[in-house]
């Protein structure tokens, strides 16, 4: 069970877990000193209450006793004559059965303990409820003298304890709200404690994803304290790490790319020159001829395409209000694709920030892919979601398995229906400059079954709204 509890408290969130250890704490502070200020405050009135009335009893015990000297004492005169502390009342018991009392009987007091105070030679004492009231009771066997001709005198005094009692649960209702008060405050502490401690994580959490939508150059603030300090600096120099690596790495493609293209495009000359001299050469030759212009033709997209990835990695990105409506149309109308376009709901005239070019990028190769891989285009709806705005882009090929459709997303990595096509023009890079190019907008990029149960995929890019038009 401990185990358990200790798993437990290990999977609530860091801010949780401050504000909990300081509510605790607080809880746990108020609680001892709850229980130690009414266990003290509750024992001194008490027994300062017992104490003034144990002298009072005494006092007027005194009295009673010099009355006896008389030969035929009047007790009710005399008892109305004893001073009361705090509403107590009096009675006395004479020989077996004979009580006087202003107030009392002899049924409220309990017998055993009458027994008691007659049998014994010093005072009693008993703390009990009568009429569901806290009362302090004392009894004292008297010892007539003089010309009296009593044999028995025992003298009973009652003193209520309401006003303790009522005093005791104001000071328990006080010392109460005082702990819940107290909790609050280590609420508050927590709060702000928790505040200040993860601060630096959530500007780290935030640089990281900086970093992860493509600012590379993303570093976090100096700080003073020498604690966090080591953290700060560690995480700038390892996005400096970081930076001058992916910047190294896509300069190396953009290198190679752009060496590429001078014999591709020696190549794609000869090519041409061959072309125009087809009929001068044989059946086998033109088969050959025929599979070098489509090799040329892919080894051109691919280098296209590293061009695009090097320049995504680490080339600035322009951020202007795109409308995404009009974007789509207008790569539609480039592409003469007839797809069907649907905008639902508040997705009208809806805005990103974001870099127009890359983003039209994204839409070409989505609808590139539907008609190289997946039958062609049959549907795109702008969607709004929330904050977010969905383009989804609809197909009728054999769509992508479930196991498939985290990979395709990756570099260099070809689906299921480009292998069994055998599409020799297609690299793996198109949806993973799709990916990216999302990524670097704060958005994302997915694929999933179609909604209508029909064959055919649907990739769906997300992208952050900035606002209405």
């Known amino acids: 069970m401990t185990k358990y509890r200790g798993l437990l408290w290990r999977r609530l969130p860091l801010r949780a877990r401050v504000i909990g250890a300081f509510t605790l704490g607080a809880a746990v502070a108020a609680l001892v000193l709850i229980i130690i200020t009414y266990g003290l405050s509750r024992q001194s009135m008490l027994r300062q209450r017992e104490e003034s009335s144990e002298r009072q009893f005494f006092a007027n015990a005194r009295q009673v006793q010099s009355s006896l000297r008389a030969e035929d004492p009047d007790f009710a005169q005399l008892l109305e004559s004893l001073p009361s502390l705090s509403g107590s009342r009096s ?6 059965e004979t009580w006087t009392s202003l107030s009392l009987t002899p049924n409220d007091l309990p017998s055993e303990f009458v027994v008691a105070v007659v049998e014994a030679r010093d005072a009693r004492s008993l703390r009990y409820r009568l009429n569901d009231e806290p009362v302090l009771a004392f009894g004292l066997q008297l010892r007539p003298g003089g010309a009296s001709a009593l044999d028995e005198v025992a003298y009973f005094e009652l003193v209520p304890f309401v006003e303790v009692e009522n005093t005791l649960e104001s000071l328990a209702l006080i010392l109460l709200v005082g702990g819940a008060l107290t909790v609050l405050v280590g609420v508050g502490i927590g709060l702000w404690a928790s505040g200040g401690l993860l601060r630096p994580l959530t500007e780290i959490s935030h640089a990281a994803t900086s970093i992860a939508q493509g600012r590379f150059d993303t570093r976090l603030e100096e700080v003073r304290d020498p604690d966090l300090a080591a953290l700060v600096n560690s995480f700038n120099e390892m996005a400096a790490a970081m930076e001058d690596r992916i910047t190294r790495d896509a300069r190396f493609a953009s290198d190679v790319s752009h060496e590429l293209r001078s014999p591709l495009m020696t190549l794609r000359a000869s090519i041409d020159v061959m072309q125009h001299r087809r009929e001068e050469l044989s059946d086998r030759t033109k088969q050959a001829l ?3 212009n ?5 080894f051109e997209h691919l280098v296209q395409d590293l061009l695009d ?5 680490s080339g600035p990105m322009e951020n202007d209000l795109v409308n995404i409506e009009e974007l789509v149309k207008a790569t539609l109308k480039r592409t003469e694709d007839d797809a069907s376009l649907e905008i639902i709901g508040t997705a009208r005239g809806a805005l990103v920030m974001g870099d127009k070019r890359r983003l039209a990028q994204v839409l070409d190769n989505l609808l590139r892919n539907a008609q190289k891989y997946g039958g062609g285009v049959t549907r795109i709806t702008v969607a709004s979601n ?12 054999p769509g992508v398995a479930p196991s498939e459709r985290s990979l395709v997303f990756e570099r ?3 689906g299921a229906a480009a292998r069994k096509r055998g599409a020799g023009d297609g690299a793996g890079l ?11 907008h704060g958005g994302s990029a997915r694929v999933e079954g179609k909604s209508d149960g029909q064959p055919g995929a649907r990739f769906v890019i997300t992208l952050p709204r900035a606002g209405r038009r």
Request: charge should be negative.
């Open 91 to 96: 009675i006395i018991r004479t020989g077996d």
């Open 430 to 440: 198109g949806l993973a400059l799709v990916d990216e190019h999302a990524r670097r």
């Open 412 to 414: 260099f990595t070809r």
């Open 386 to 397: 929330g904050g977010k705005i969905e383009i989804a882009v609809e197909d009728s090929g």
């Open 290 to 292: 025929d599979l070098l």
């Open 294 to 298: 489509d090799e040329v033709a892919r």
């Open 309 to 313: 990835l090097s320049r995504s990695d």
